[in-house]
């Protein structure tokens, strides 16, 4: 009698290991973390949306991390695929175009900002769409944290879309996720108070909280009040000494929640 107890003792905790190894958590959404057979099952059960979001690695400024757009597009499409529910999310595309390399234009001009050319970028988007195509993605999805390849990921899409176009596969450009931050992000900060050359257009007011809300450590806020300089010496246009983490939380949420509605409309019109 006690052999047999302890037989199915042991039977049951193999049942039970057995399916905690082949459980998938319903927040898990990055597609690094999946084995290709868990990929699989997860497409066969409907998470056939991909996001590709795209970053850059730039200056910005004396007082905030290299890596501020790639942080940032990370956490928000984690947020954004979680609303969204049956979406998985591509690794952060972090090489961007960012200007002429020799002689140095734009954010090249300071160190550590990487750029390449918008041939080769829009290349590794079209073959990351085309990879994804073939595993069996329905809805390919850019969201890009920096406006200066917005037009590359339409043109990309545009082309990948007329190619594709008996298929039932589809890639959105949603270029509101960037145009956000420019329009309805800068009317909460004025509203509250804060002026357009705050706010600024590069590492200002909202630039710089955005970053605060994600990830702290991507701010050096004891640089805060020496940062509004000017901007062709310091890379800082703007002025984000009222930066906030409160503030950039304000942001995130309209960015999240209005992009999740402009994929969605954009899954409906395929």
Same mark, same amino acid.
């Given at each position: 009698?006690?052999?047999?107890?302890?037989?199915?003792?042991?039977?049951?905790?193999?049942?039970?290991?057995?399916?905690?190894?082949?459980?998938?958590?319903?927040?898990?959404?990055?597609?690094?973390?999946?084995?290709?057979?868990?990929?699989? @099952? &997860?497409?066969?059960?409907?998470?056939? #949306? *991909?996001? /590709? !979001?795209?970053?850059?690695? +730039?200056?910005?400024?004396?007082?905030?991390?290299?890596?501020?757009?790639?942080?940032?597009?990370?956490?928000?499409?984690?947020?954004?695929?979680?609303?969204?529910?049956?979406?998985?999310?591509?690794?952060?595309?972090?090489?961007?175009?960012?200007?002429?390399?020799?002689?140095? @234009? &734009?954010?090249?001009?300071?160190?550590? #900002? *990487?750029? /390449? !050319?918008?041939?080769?970028? +829009?290349?590794?988007?079209?073959?990351?769409?085309?990879?994804?195509?073939?595993?069996?993605?329905?809805?390919?999805?850019?969201?890009?944290?920096?406006?200066?390849?917005?037009?590359?990921?339409?043109?990309?899409?545009?082309?990948?879309?007329?190619?594709?176009?008996?298929?039932? @596969?589809?890639?959105?450009?949603?270029?509101?996720?960037?145009?956000?931050?420019?329009?309805?992000?800068?009317?909460?900060?004025?509203?509250?108070?804060?002026?357009?050359?705050?706010?600024?257009?590069?590492?200002?007011?909202?630039?710089?909280?955005?970053?605060?809300?994600?990830?702290?450590?991507?701010?050096?806020?004891?640089?805060?009040?020496?940062?509004?300089?000017?901007?062709?010496?310091?890379?800082?246009?703007?002025?984000?000494?009222?930066?906030?983490?409160?503030?950039?939380?304000?942001?995130?949420?309209?960015?999240?929640?209005?992009?999740?509605?402009?994929?969605?409309?954009?899954?409906?019109?395929?």
């Amino acid at each position: 009698m006690l052999v047999r107890l302890r037989t199915l003792c042991l039977f049951i905790c193999c049942l039970a290991a057995t399916a905690a190894l082949g459980a998938q958590p319903a927040n898990r959404v990055w597609l690094d973390d999946y084995t290709w057979t868990e990929l699989a @099952t &997860a497409l066969n059960a409907g998470k056939t #949306t *991909i996001i /590709v !979001p795209i970053g850059g690695t +730039e200056q910005s400024g004396p007082h905030m991390a290299l890596g501020k757009h790639n942080v940032r597009v990370k956490v928000l499409a984690e947020r954004i695929a979680l609303a969204l529910g049956n979406a998985l999310v591509a690794p952060v595309v972090a090489y961007v175009p960012e200007g002429s390399i020799d002689p140095p @234009t &734009a954010h090249m001009r300071f160190p550590g #900002t *990487i750029s /390449v !050319p918008e041939r080769a970028f +829009e290349a590794v988007l079209e073959s990351a769409a085309r990879s994804f195509k073939r595993h069996g993605f329905r809805d390919i999805v850019f969201i890009g944290d920096h406006g200066g390849y917005q037009k590359s990921e339409q043109a990309v899409a545009a082309r990948l879309n007329r190619e594709w176009a008996a298929s039932p @596969t589809r890639v959105h450009a949603i270029v509101a996720f960037y145009e956000i931050t420019q329009s309805r992000y800068r009317e909460l900060l004025q509203r509250r108070g804060f002026t357009d050359e705050e706010i600024g257009t590069h590492a200002g007011a909202a630039d710089t909280s955005l970053a605060l809300a994600v990830d702290p450590s991507l701010v050096r806020e004891d640089r805060l009040q020496t940062a509004a300089a000017d901007g062709q010496k310091s890379g800082v246009y703007g002025d984000p000494r009222r930066s906030s983490a409160e503030l950039g939380g304000l942001g995130i949420d309209v960015i999240v929640a209005e992009t999740v509605n402009e994929i969605r409309n954009a899954v409906k019109r395929r």
